[in-house]
């Protein structure tokens, strides 16, 4: 069983949910989020984090064992805030200890956990840098055992006395907002920071002030392999805090894909758009088309007659990214071609009627016309500003947020629990599958 449910009771599904029904829970609660309310909004991003951990097999095993404490680690650890590394997984910031949600995310009342708190460091990472490895040199700061008191914290001999705040339970009662109604839950005793025990002031170790652990700087080299990923966890195992008589916590790097500017990855795949011009398309090229993420041109050659359509796809064999420990082993890269047209100087300066006499010819009207024909004026917009604009069930207005938002209830999102990651959305640049003649 898992030292609390919180985020399990926010999907509504028991602790040994599977992953189906994470994921299914998760959409079923979203679309029923009135979007006219102004709680809809962090309601949905509680929801939203509860499903991010606990679809992440190796975060929910942290959570599981450690609870949210586990997952914010302890403080003061390389200068990472805990709350930064929850306001990356939970979208909105959030101030110290106290997150908007319904659960705790100070120090644990009772740790049940059998070791130190491990520390999670989410270290931000470049597509070059996964892709050619890096070592990282850190300077982190972690609590160890004094040295003075060997972790008592007394002063010579000296024997701490029941707290009188908490009568020696180690916690104390507080009313906590669960979305409109208020919860009651155990917090730490601020008196004896939950140890139900405190020491006279007189009778306190002098280095570590009864604190039984003081901070300890030290120097970690963090190998970046070529080929891991985004999400992917490097444990330093014992490097966390240590408290006495328990071993010490380790260090959990999580690395952080930067979105890339041209590159996507999928798997060991890599997928880019390269912009021709109409020349190229219609007759061809051998140049190098792109520079790829170690520095390399990358030359191709078009086969002689070939036309290149819009969004025609190309696949270069081996140039992907790097199999994780198999140095010999690359994805591919696929290309995806814009072609570009010329500009209205251009047209100027050409006899447009030899050209038009030369190209495919305009296309004509509808046969049969319709009987009813409305004159529509010609606008121009920005596409990409519509599929920006933010909807509580997502921001890929025109991909997949649609029904959700307008009430569909209809919506069958069993599909989604065999074909995996939908969720993550039509990457930026990629086409959809339908589109208009
Ligand atoms: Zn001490
Ligand atoms: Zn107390």
New binding site residues.
Partial sequence: MPVETDLYDLLGISPDATEAQIKKAYHQKVPLLNINNPEASQKFQELQAAYETLSDPQLRHIYDVNGIDGLTGSSGMGGVDPADIFASFFGAGGGGGGMHFGFDFGPGPSRRRGKGQDTVIPHALTLEELYSGKTLKLNLEKEA???????????GSAKPKECGTCDGKGWTTAQTHHGSHLAASRVACTGCHGTGQRLKEKD???????????KEKNRQEVVIEPGMTDKQRIILAGAGDEEPGTPAGDVIFVLRLTPHESFERSGNDLLTNVTITLSEALFGFSRILITHLDGRGIQVTSPPGKIIKPSDTIILRGEGMPVHKQPNNKGDLYLTFTIEMPDEEWLKTVDQKTLLSLIPPKKADLEPRPAVVSTAAFEEADIEEVRERYFPAGKDFFDRAFASQFGDSDLDWEDEDEDGDEDEGFDDGEEPECRPQ
């Fill in positions: 055992v004094c040295g003075t008191c060997k972790g008592s914290g007394a002063r306190r170790c002098k280095k570590c002030k009864g604190e039984k652990t003081v």
